[in-house]
């Protein structure tokens, strides 16, 4: 199945790509998509799960020559994994290609007036609902992809193993353990996945990795009750100020990370030099110029170095203060964490560094979810340069190119147990509201992507120009 590149043959896939958003029948699929409401956090939603798969996604990718199968999750109780799978030729490139399915919470009493989560409404350029950004318009902006390369070419020239997880926003529970089982039927060349967001909306974006989350929580129990604080301030250690104190040994009051065994040596000056070349994210409100490490720059610190942050405290009762003196606080924290960090080694440093300073009796208690490894493929391997110059071809704009995400996914599935190089290509943007009211996608970004995309995906079955197949994993 080789063939002598053509760029008006290409030029046309592209051009198919572009009628088909520009018919309005991407939307309108995406808004079937948004319609369901997947929110994979809540047990009661999970015949929503399984609709999803029996009724979406799977008639969808058999109508593109796919064989499908659901599987159960290898945790019980978790949520169900879809793999599918297009063989033209067992020689040729194989492509992963990973996405979820699942939501986060709905937050329905959270959006505007004229907003519902789950139906989409176009508003100008943005597209709004729950999953509309992460991560339903960007599994199909992939999966609309590869059919118009299917509908210009008549087939791929390529392989691909579709996989598609309805528990991402629940931690992934079982994703691991998945793909060790079926390690054999996912092997592949590299894995091509989107989730997340670009660097900036009008510009593609690859990143290779993403930081880790380490979940924990920071407590201490002095007493059983509270006490009246005028009968005994001043005789009672209050558990608030010194869990205050343990927490301000964490880090200074800029946010610089003071223990020693969570402060990386992998900002290398090649990973440096990339991260040179790249704006700070753009959020859409003002970042603080002062904050965290203060010989780093802004895209060192969110790219190529660990952050440490309180996500919630407690002590007493919040909502309605009475004058006493707690028995107990707690805070629940995060490292996020860049390769080169020891990750069995990130609570037990804290361990040690809490005892130095004096605060032995807070306790440590890491979380069941929300922790994955930091990963990092190296951004001058051969697929990151293919995936670059292809994009860079289809949109006329260079792609910024990350060693990793600042936030945390579960790459190290395809990273670490298959063995795969990781091409993350988002299709979206840091200011969507992801996981928050009034969630949406960008009209143009998508119809970009979608342009970018298709012609990723015939770049790949050119005989030309790719990487060599197994070469490479």
Known sequence: MTETPDPAVRDAALARAAAHFDSGAFVAELARLVARPTESQRPEAAPELEAYIAEVLTPMVTALGFTTRRHDNPVSGAPPILTASRIEDAALTTVLIYGHGDVTHAQADGWREGLHPFRLVQEGDRLYGRGSADNKVQHLVNIRALAQVIAARGHLGFNV????????????????????????????????????????????????????????????HLRDGAHHSGNFGGLLADPAIILCHAIAAITDARGQILVPEWRPRSLTPRVREVLALLPPPEAGFALDPDWGEADLTQTERVFGWNSFAVLAMKSGRPEAPVNAISGAARATCQLRYVVGTDPDDILPALRRHLDRAG???????????????????DPDHPWVHFAAQSLTESTGLSPHILPNLGGSIPNDCFADILGLPTIWVPHSYAGCNQHAPDEHALASLARQALIGMTGLFWDIGAASGRPTPRATS
């Open 161 to 220: 193993h579709l996989l598609i997880e309805m528990g991402e926003e629940a931690g992934s529970p079982g994703l691991q353990e998945f793909c060790r089982l079926h390690a054999g039927e996912l092997r592949a060349d590299v894995l091509i996945a989107s989730d997340g967001p670009r660097l900036a909306p009008d510009r593609a974006t690859i990143f290779t990795g993403s930081r880790g989350g380490c979940l924990f929580d920071l407590s201490l």
């Open 359 to 377: 605060f032995a009796d807070v306790v440590i208690t890491p979380h069941d979810l929300g922790s994955f490894p930091a990963t990092r493929l």
